[in-house]
């Protein structure tokens, strides 16, 4: 116990270094200097939340990666803890790249994660001491490396991140998840088989579908009777569908989507055995070029409940609960209908937002939202923006220019009225569709159909016909940092709102802003962006905004430290 308090005030020491520094998140797990990006090894056990991550403990920047180690009592407030893995064996020399942790029917828990010699190679590590709640020290089995190498045919040698592991219930033995690729061409995920938990077989690959050239960081989770599989490549991606327990193949029921579509990469979730959840961390990366002056680069993304809502078959995040632990009650009430911009009277950027807009239902074209890190000239505001645009039938002679993420031709011989009605169906049946635009033939030679991801502004043009998926009311929500001041990167993120059948009223936003940090949850986590915003300090008014008038209420709560 005693060590244990000194290191507590060493690490506070450490943080007691940056506390002017006006970009450094308060709230969010991050160590107290240097380099981190991965979650690793998220697990509960014997009363404490354990997170894991890559660290270079030397500098900030990205280098011989080892697991640094933080613990908590309640997922809010968070304790670190020495090095947890290091780079100390033949088999992880020039790194102990990233994994996850697997509680054993004994209930102790292993860690499977990748050992990096120039090549990949997944290895073991458990505890020293299972007893030890914070689990402080850990060992390398002698066994190691488990798995020596990538199948035959994968000539990048690109083989990492392993899953928890899992108990198959039709032979009892263990199951694997390691990220990879097939040819060295088509990412996946690749099925690994133990009786034993240390002789491991390739099976084959869980899925074959093309995207990216390798997909790292999967996570492989049941929730009731479906499955996600996620992944990471140029970002963070899910999908939904079964698996075959005797086939031991998963059969996705929805495209490929996007996670979150801000500064985060690299997520990983857990079971919580406690509360029947499944959990989700993700490496919130900078997005400037400033953190090595600065002395530590990379922080966790606050934790957040992993769902599906099963009209939309979707993939829902809501941050965890325990997060109002944090909150300075009583906090500030708001209801009043308004239009235009309105102060809400508060400046922080260390704060909790959660407000409720009951939008225009007559509108066609609508936007609305918060306005934070506002500069005291109010030249300077980072926009958290809801677009609606409600098209019960085409529009013609309207553009929606931009957005666009596919476009295909139609003959030359085919009529405008069956190509818009093919556009819009195409529309209807593409999960990543919102809006769409058919261009006429002349403008160019090919009549054309642009399905599109957001909500560009509507703009006359007599060549085009556009319209909306569904001809029903479509929703997106974007952090709109082009005229943020921002000295990182400046540009918008902007997500899918979807709304389903339920002709909803209203659309909640649950914003965190938390120094350079801001992350958004929108209609209870059925849209998230997690952004990164490098301003002065006193760039931290609040505000609403509408296009059109409506009702507002809600609270907005200033939030405490998570370290203790």
């Known amino acids: 116990p005693n060590m244990m308090k000194g290191l507590i005030l060493l690490f506070s020491l450490f943080l007691g270094c940056f506390g002017q520094d006006a970009q450094r998140p308060q709230y969010h797990p991050m160590p107290p200097k240097n380099w981190m990006n991965d979650p690793n090894g998220p697990m509960y056990y014997k009363g404490l939340y354990h997170l894991f991550f890559q660290y270079n403990p030397y500098a900030p920047t990205w280098g011989t990666m080892l697991w640094g180690h933080l613990v908590s009592k309640d997922l809010a407030h968070w304790t670190h803890l020495p090095i947890a893995l290091e780079a100390t064996q033949s088999y992880n020399k020039n790194g102990v790249w990233s994994g996850s942790a697997t509680i054993l029917p004994n209930g102790k828990p292993i860690i499977t994660y990748t050992g990096q010699t120039g090549i990949e190679q997944q290895c073991t590590a458990v505890p020293l001491n299972p007893e030890d709640p914070y689990l402080v020290n850990w060992t390398y089995p002698a066994q190691n490396p488990i798995i020596t190498g990538p199948p035959a045919g994968n000539p990048s040698g690109d083989f990492r991140d392993p899953t928890t592991a899992w108990k198959s219930p039709i ?119 400033q953190y090595q002056s600065r002395g530590w680069a990379g922080m966790q993304s606050l934790p957040k409940v992993l769902t599906i809502d099963r009209e939309l078959n979707w993939l829902v995040q809501t941050p965890a609960h325990e997060l109002q632990l944090l909150r300075k009650y009583p906090g500030t009430r708001y209801e009043y209908p308004f239009v235009g911009t309105k102060s809400l009277g508060i400046q922080s950027n260390q704060v909790e937002i959660k407000l409720n807009f009951e939008y225009d239902l007559e509108a066609v074209s609508q936007e609305f939202g918060i306005l934070v890190k ?8 980072t926009k958290i923006s809801v677009m609606s645009l409600n098209l019960s039938t085409p529009f013609y002679n309207f553009d929606l220019p931009g957005a666009d993420y596919r476009d295909f031709n139609y003959d030359l011989n085919s009529t405008d009225a069956t190509n818009v009605k093919n556009c819009s169906q195409t529309c209807d049946t593409e999960m990543e569709c919102v809006t769409w635009t058919y261009v006429k033939k002349g403008d160019p030679v090919y009549p054309r159909c642009s399905l599109k991801s957001g909500i560009p502004k509507l703009h006359p043009n007599s060549y085009c016909i556009s319209g909306t998926k569904n001809s029903d009311r ?79 209420r809600g609270w907005v709560y200033e939030m405490e430290s998570c370290w203790q």
Not at 183 to 194: F, H, I, M, Q, V
Request: hydrophobic share 40%.
């Open 374 to 381: 506002q500069s005291p000239d109010e030249k300077h505001v």
């Open 171 to 289: 032979d009892d033995e263990w199951k694997l998840v390691v990220g990879g690729s097939i040819n060295g061409k088509e990412g996946t995920a690749l099925l690994y088989t133990s009786k034993d938990f240390v002789k491991w077989s390739y099976v084959h690959p869980l899925l074959e579908i093309p995207f990216s050239d390798m997909w790292e960081c999967p996570d492989f989770f049941a929730i009731d009777d479906l499955h996600v599989m996620k992944f990471s490549a140029g970002g963070d991606h899910w999908m939904i569908g079964t698996f075959d327990e005797k086939l031991e193949k998963f059969s996705p029921k929805t495209p490929i989507m996007p996670l979150d579509p801000g500064n985060v990469y690299a997520s990983k979730s857990f079971f919580d055995y406690s509360t029947g959840r499944q959990i989700l961390w993700s490496w919130v990366q900078e997005d400037d070029n």
């Open 474 to 552: 479509v929703f997106t929500v974007g952090v709109i940092r082009e005229n943020s001041g921002t000295d990182g990167a400046s540009g918008n993120q902007v997500a899918i709102l979807p709304m389903g059948k339920k002709h909803k009223t209203s659309v909640e936003l649950n914003v965190f802003v938390d120094h350079s940090v801001v992350e958004v949850f929108a209609d209870e986590g059925r849209a998230v962006i997690t952004s990164r915003v490098y301003v002065p300090e006193t760039y931290n008014g609040i505000g609403v905004y509408a296009s059109n008038a409506m009702d507002m």
